[in-house]
């Protein structure tokens, strides 16, 4: 008799128990391809030709060249992933000199060209559109000149370009948050 109760008490126990807690199954859908943002070589004279300053007169056209190019690709592979806003080329410059001289922006004059359109940090050029799901290219062409003559010995100098994906303000994307990691971390 104390079995049977037993039995009918733990039965008990056990159907409350499923009656108050359920267990519900939920599909995630995860991302396998991601966008991908590539920037190419495509052409220039800079690694054939040796720049020299305006004001020195060019007697071996082969080797020297007053005007050096280099040519580049953006290319902007979606990959599948539709995009939510149109995204925007961002191009920052910078010159490393290896400590050989000083203030390089006194010594070259620089241009660059998006699609044939010089480049306005104010006004980016659009690399693709809303909902789009196609890859995207723009030609880039870089040209430097040199204005005055750098007196120091053996200068050398790399021209440091910088590519970025940003939203109409200019803003870079990161990766996602961690939201829920960072509540469970704050809990606890």
């Not at 590539?38 to 020299?52: A, D, H, S, Y």
């Not at 190019?69 to 410059?93: M, Q, R, S, V």
């Not at 480049?119 to 000149?145: C, F, H, L, V, W």
């Not at 790399?158 to 994307?173: A, H, M, P, Q, W």
Request: include cysteine; charge should be neutral.
């Amino acid at each position: 008799m104390i079995f049977i109760c037993s039995l009918f008490v733990l039965g008990s126990l056990v159907a409350i128990t499923n009656y108050f807690s359920k267990r519900k199954t939920e599909p995630i859908q995860l991302a396998n391809e991601i966008p991908i943002f590539e920037v190419e070589r495509t052409g220039g004279n800079n690694t054939e030709k040796t720049l020299l300053s305006i004001p020195i007169p060019n007697l071996n056209k082969n080797k020297y060249a007053h005007l050096i190019t280099i040519d580049h690709k953006a290319i902007f592979y979606p990959n599948g992933i539709e995009l939510g806003d149109p995204l925007y080329l961002k191009i920052a410059t910078r010159y490393d000199t290896h400590n050989t001289f000083a203030k390089p922006e006194q010594f070259f004059n620089l241009s660059i060209k998006v699609a044939g359109v010089e480049y306005n940090d104010a006004i980016r050029p659009k690399m693709t559109e809303k909902g789009e799901t196609k890859e995207t290219q723009r030609n880039i062409k870089i040209s430097i000149e040199q204005r005055d003559l750098i007196t120091n010995k053996n200068p050398k100098l790399d021209l440091i370009i910088d590519y970025e994906l940003v939203d109409s303000k200019g803003n870079g994307f990161g990766g996602g948050s961690q939201t829920i990691e960072n509540k469970i971390a704050q809990t606890a």
